[in-house]
């Protein structure tokens, strides 16, 4: 087993694009996302079209030069505008297709084709929400049997949110991949979850606080259980996002009135919330960022342009610089992902 230092799970949306663009290219080299797109709605097929077909190619043009994969659960395959976009976008870009054993068959058969024909492989993407089953390693035989064997596959496990109310994700992905692992010779195996609290008010004390990066335990448990296959397991986390962000419509209208500023520590997410509704004054967003960078886990304006944008909102006055929503994901996202990768780079240097 191989592949990249880090799979960070990212929405096909222009924040994440934007974060991406945004590493240093040390950075990028060592990680490979896993984007997945939303619902996309639309008011007939040819707008649908042109709208999955803008957001998807923003995500090859910015992985011209780096692999990565590509999900879209929510698609059916079989029907316009995806029975031909998609599979063009698997077969003629760096975007590897990804499947899942629980999807229809018709999603499954596209996805495996695509991956035949691109000849980048075929990623598969097991879900776990809570607790682990044999069926899953079931169906997911029946998947690679009637998947070519040329095709080179990968293994997505994913958690999805482990918060203090699953204190067992680890033990849950330990039984996964026991079960998973030996069913074939997987180029890749990365175990994928999200530590960002879904809602943060109850960890906030006058609009500061933090949240535990269980995600990172979840990982540290998996390399250190002394199965024979834990040092090849990567890490993957949703960054700064909660992890049921990435099933939200990417039009779905659900906007807090709140902005959130976030920086990821050692063991923690520092959060920072402030008023932004009908934003005229900036000074709350700057106050945020000051906070951030007056801690003692800040890294400093060099660590990444993320860290430099918080450095900046925190030291200029006036209303440009403050950003909006877009702009406080997408340098949460540039700040967690480059340290993530500095981390992961440091431990592989120590084993």
């Known amino acids: 087993m191989s592949g990249p230092l880090y799979v960070p799970v990212l929405p096909v949306r222009p924040h994440a694009v934007a974060a991406v663009k945004d590493l240093a290219q040390w950075t990028r080299d060592q990680m490979a996302p896993l984007w997945t797109l939303p619902v996309m709605t639309a008011a007939d097929a040819d707008e649908l079209q042109q709208a999955v077909d803008k957001e998807v190619g923003r995500v090859a043009a910015v992985q011209k030069y780096t692999w990565a994969w590509l999900d879209a659960p929510y698609a059916e395959l079989d029907k316009t505008p995806y029975v031909n976009l998609l599979p063009f976008y698997w077969s003629h870009t760096a975007l590897r297709p990804v499947t899942d054993p629980d999807h229809p068959a018709s999603h499954q058969t596209v996805a495996a084709r695509s991956a035949r024909e691109g000849g980048n492989g075929l990623g598969i993407r097991i879900r776990l929400p809570n607790t682990w089953n044999d069926g899953l390693a079931e169906r997911t035989a029946a998947l690679l049997a009637r998947t070519d064997p040329e095709v080179r596959v990968d293994l997505l496990l994913d958690i999805q949110a482990v918060r203090p109310g699953r204190p067992d994700a680890g033990k849950e992905a330990l039984r996964a991949l026991d079960a998973l692992v030996p069913l074939t010779s997987w180029r890749t195996v990365a175990a994928l979850s999200g530590g960002f609290p879904d809602d943060v008010d109850g960890l906030l004390e006058r609009d500061r606080g933090d949240a535990d990066r269980m995600d990172w335990e979840t990982w540290y448990e998996i390399r250190a259980s002394g199965r024979s296959y834990a040092e090849a397991v990567r890490y993957g986390d949703y960054g700064t996002l909660p992890a049921r962000n990435l099933s939200r419509a990417a039009d779905d209208g659900d906007r807090s009135p709140f902005g959130l500023l976030r920086y990821t520590t050692a063991r923690s997410f520092l959060l920072a919330r402030f008023w932004a509704e009908k934003r005229g004054e900036t000074g709350v967003t700057r106050e945020a960022a000051r906070w951030i960078t007056?801690?003692?886990?800040?890294?400093?304006?060099?660590?990444?342009?993320?860290?430099?944008?918080?450095?900046?909102?925190?030291?200029?006055?006036?209303?440009?610089?403050?950003?909006?929503?877009?702009?406080?994901?997408k340098?949460?996202?540039?700040?967690?992902?480059?340290?993530?990768?500095?981390?992961?780079?440091?431990?592989?240097?120590r084993t």
């Open 294 to 329: 007056e801690s003692p886990d800040f890294r400093g304006e060099g660590a990444s342009k993320g860290d430099l944008w918080y450095w900046q909102c925190a030291r200029t006055t006036g209303s440009k610089g403050t950003g909006n929503a877009g702009t406080w994901n």
């Open 331 to 349: 340098v949460g996202n540039v700040q967690h992902m480059t340290y993530v990768v500095r981390c992961l780079s440091e431990d592989a240097e």
